[in-house]
Structures are given as structure tokens and as C-alpha cells.
């Protein structure tokens, strides 16, 4: 009971850090840039961002998995509840890619400035509520929607045998997947393992006093040293395997932290973050760098770590306050965006 309780304040505080971190995982492009141990103005930046963006962020989504697949099914029976799936999950998902659209056209008059924009097409299609979502961090939500659908195949696999989970690790970890939207290992994974988990009333936090001494020298040499060899052909294999150790490590570490005062406000935080998730892509992560790079920082490495993490606090900014201007004039809409969460 006192491990749960535990998890419980320890899930509730870490989500706003790691929203934070989504927000800066959303500052650079997916590329991954080489980075070499030559002590210049252009490496420091690009080791920096590199560790924040695309190390310790790759972390994130696959944590905001486990903790859902593990409360979708603590105590509970492992049934489809459809109603909650559309009010949670699947309700927000359309409103977010329909406000885009809906932005975008009062923005551009048009859904993209030519054939070659990304963000081009004459008509709506499912693809772009689908395959390619309009606002593309709710990818995460899509393969949510999937997954909550696929929960009592999970709950039967982990009630008949918690060793079934080894497949979809192993999977994970060779970077094999399905080439299906809203399938993807990531999910399939760590969603299962959340699950697999909590039907045979193991918590997280147990887990990861368990398998510490392996996952944090992992975490630290990861963190550390994934910047410099990503454009190694052994990359993928060891970004799964520090991503997977990386999730309890940091679960194992941050458990240090639930009985302060700082946690406290994190916890209090976490109302907003569903809210700064979907709308800190909307325009505004893109506008604040136009504003930091025209304006304020010019476009050298040598003012590149300043600017991004400019960015990325005044994004994560504007978007708090959005969310309080959203929450105090419009409260009921808000709470049908998130989802219910408030």
C-alpha cells in the first residue's frame, strides 16, 4: 500500500517535468545531428540539445505509457469502456486536429501555402486524424486510443502468464514493430509492461528498486555518451535499451523526491499538462522560435544554447497561460478538451 501511494504521488509529479521535456523535444527536428568531442561553440550546442532533445526526451512518451498501462488496469477487470475511451482520449484527439484546421485556415486561408508544405491538402481526409496527425504530438493519443481498445488482450496475457511480456521487450529492444498507425512498438511495449504490471499487483516502484543497480549506470552512461554515437549503425538498439532502463531509473530516482515541498507544486501542476501537450505545437512552439531568432538572438552556435532554452521556457510559458486563461473564462470547453482532467 505505502509503494502505491508512493507511485501515486511520484506518476502525479513527474508528469509536468516531462511535459516540459516534450516541449523541448518538439524545438529540434527528428534528425539526428552528429555531434564530436571537439571542444567548439557549434558541438557544445549541438551536444546539449542533443542530450535534452533526443536522449533524456526519448524517455518521455514511453514513461506516459506505462503509467497508463498501468492504471488502466489497477483494480480493475480489464474491460473496454468505450465511453471513457471517447470522453479521455479519443474526443480530445479529434477537437485538437479540428482547432488546428480551423487555426491554420484563419492563419493562411488555406490548409498549407503550397503542394511541397507538409501541412498542404485540398481536402480532410481520415489520413490526417489518423496516419499523419494535423497537430503531430497526438500521435501519442492515437496509439492511446489503440491501446485502451487492446486492453483486454492484455489483461487475459498478463492473468495467464506475466513472462509474456519478454516478447514484446525483445521486439522493442531489436527495433522490430508493426508497420501499422496507431500499433507502434513503443506502445505495444510499454503500454503491455504497465499492464502486465499491475494484474499481478507489482508496482512501478518496486520494479525499479528492484533493477537499479542495471538501470541507473545505463541512464547515466546513456545520457551521457547516445549524443556522440548517433549516427551509428548500433544506435537504434542502444537508444531502446537506454530508453527502457532510463524509465525506471528516473522512476527510481524522482521516488527520492515525492516527500518535498517542490513536489508538492509539480503535483499541483499536473492538471495543465494534457493541455500544454496539445497546444504548445499549435503556432506557438513555432512562433516563439521566429520571435528568439528574428528578434532577440541571431542565428550563431554561439547564442544556439541561450535561444533554446528560450524557447523552449517561453513556450512552456504562453501555453501555462493559456491553459489558466482557457481554465478561468471558458472552464466546462477546457475540461472537454483535456479530456475531463480537471
Not at 512498438?185 to 494484474?199: E, H, S
Amino acid at each position: 500500500m505505502q509503494e502505491i501511494q508512493t507511485q501515486s504521488k511520484l506518476v502525479n509529479g513527474l508528469r509536468f517535468p516531462l511535459i516540459v521535456l516534450v516541449i523541448f523535444i518538439h524545438i529540434l527536428p527528428k534528425k539526428l545531428f552528429p555531434v564530436s568531442l571537439e571542444l567548439t561553440a557549434e558541438n557544445s550546442y549541438l551536444y546539449i540539445s542533443e542530450m535534452i532533445s533526443h536522449t533524456l526526451g526519448n524517455i518521455v512518451v514511453p514513461l506516459f505509457f506505462l503509467f497508463s498501462g498501468f492504471y488502466a488496469a489497477f483494480n480493475k477487470k480489464g474491460e473496454i469502456r468505450l465511453k471513457k475511451i471517447f470522453q479521455t482520449i479519443a474526443l480530445p484527439y479529434i477537437l485538437w486536429n479540428l482547432l488546428y484546421i480551423i487555426l491554420k485556415l484563419i492563419r493562411t486561408k488555406e490548409l498549407g501555402s503550397s503542394a511541397e508544405d507538409p501541412f498542404f491538402f485540398s481536402s480532410i481526409s481520415l489520413e490526417h486524424f489518423w496516419s499523419s496527425p494535423m497537430v503531430y504530438p497526438l500521435w501519442y493519443l492515437r496509439d492511446l486510443i489503440c491501446m485502451m481498445l487492446l486492453l483486454p488482450i492484455y489483461f487475459f496475457l498478463s492473468k495467464s502468464s506475466k513472462y509474456w511480456i519478454v516478447l514484446p521487450i525483445l521486439c522493442y529492444l531489436l527495433t522490430y514493430g508493426l508497420p501499422m498507425a496507431g500499433l507502434s512498438i513503443t506502445a505495444m511495449c510499454f503500454f503491455g509492461i504497465g499492464v502486465n504490471l499491475a494484474v499481478n499487483q507489482i508496482s512501478l516502484v518496486a520494479v525499479a528498486n528492484k533493477i537499479k543497480y542495471l538501470c541507473l549506470p545505463i541512464f547515466i552512461l546513456g545520457t551521457l555518451g547516445l549524443p556522440l554515437i548517433n549516427q551509428e549503425p548500433y544506435y537504434d538498439y542502444c537508444n531502446n535499451l537506454y530508453i527502457l532502463t532510463g524509465a525506471f531509473a528516473i522512476l527510481y530516482l524522482c521516488q527520492k523526491l515525492v516527500n518535498l515541498s517542490l513536489w508538492q507544486k509539480l503535483m499541483s501542476l499536473s492538471s495543465a499538462v494534457f493541455f500544454i501537450y496539445a497546444i504548445h505545437s499549435i503556432f506557438v512552439i513555432n512562433w516563439v522560435k521566429n520571435l528568439t531568432t528574428n528578434h532577440f538572438l541571431p542565428t550563431t552556435y554561439r547564442g544556439g544554447v541561450i535561444n533554446y532554452f528560450l524557447v523552449g521556457f517561453i513556450t512552456l510559458g504562453i501555453s501555462y497561460l493559456a491553459y489558466i486563461i482557457a481554465k478561468k473564462l471558458f472552464p466546462r470547453l477546457t475540461n472537454i478538451f483535456i479530456g475531463g482532467r480537471l
